[in-house]
């Protein structure tokens, strides 16, 4: 079974970058069927699609934070990395990493989570 | 359109049938899947395509979908269903995902 695992720093500087990396396992990011991406969620609140990564590099990001996020991939470590730069105290999330296995617009299996807070 | 709308909440007795709603117009378009997320854990797919549920998901769980609307009911409801339920698509355009608001579902 595919698992996902977020690993980062908790506490983000505003004006700072943001960046973690989603590690995978059961599973090959070399898959052709599978897309990569990335979801957070600030206390209290709903979901947001922060953007999803193809193996290939192809990367597919959220209108709202696309001048912000750089979503990568590294096959050789099977892992996949979010950065989101000129962080401040509204990106405070949970950011789950997640796959899309059967369709680009199914999630399949989320990490746990991680807790970033933006604070100096 | 780029939104995905939901009830904030919705209640149900136990053992009775809740439909949960979510509306947009890349509805017409996508088939909407439907996440189950318990205080203090990750969201569980619970439907997806057309109804379909993943494995170990009860049968109690149902997906349909109707012009801009999807629905997912729960049939018999349990007290283990309690729980934030969100809805999710790719948006008119097909490369963006989008989510509804949640809808906090209570089993009195």
């Known amino acids: 079974q595919l698992q996902l695992q977020e690993s980062g720093p908790g506490l983000v500087k505003p004006s700072e970058t943001l960046s973690l990396t989603c590690t995978v396992s059961?599973?090959?990011?070399?898959?052709?069927?599978?897309?990569w991406g990335w979801i957070r969620q600030p206390p209290g609140k709903g979901l947001e699609w922060i953007g999803t990564?193809?193996?290939?590099?192809?990367?597919y990001y959220n209108p709202s934070l696309e001048r912000r996020v750089t979503i990568s991939v590294d096959p050789t470590k099977n892992q996949f990395s979010l950065n989101l730069s000129s962080v401040t105290a509204a990106d405070t999330a949970v950011y789950y990493c997640?796959?899309?296995?059967?369709?680009?617009?199914?999630?399949?299996?989320w990490g746990q989570g991680t807790l970033v807070t933006v604070s100096s | 359109s780029s939104e995905l709308t939901q009830d904030p909440a919705v209640s149900v007795a136990l053992g009775q049938t809740v439909r949960i709603t979510c509306q947009g117009d890349?509805?017409?378009?996508?088939?909407a899947s439907w996440y189950q997320q318990k205080p203090g854990q990750a969201p569980l797919l619970v439907i997806y395509?057309?109804?379909n549920r993943p494995s170990g998901i009860p049968d109690r769980f149902s997906g349909s979908s109707s012009g801009n609307t999807a629905s997912l009911t729960i049939t018999g409801a349990q007290a283990e269903d309690e729980a934030d339920y969100y809805c999710?698509?790719?948006?008119?355009?097909?490369?963006?995902?989008?989510f509804g608001g949640g809808t906090k579902l209570t089993v009195l």
């Open positions: 890349s509805l017409s378009s996508y088939y």
């Open positions: 997640a796959d899309s296995g059967y369709d680009f617009g199914t999630i399949d299996y």
């Open positions: 395509d057309k109804g």
């Open positions: 990564v193809y193996y290939t590099g192809r990367t």
């Open positions: 999710n698509s790719r948006d008119s355009s097909g490369h963006y995902l989008i």
């Open positions: 059961g599973g090959s990011i070399r898959s052709t069927t599978d897309y």
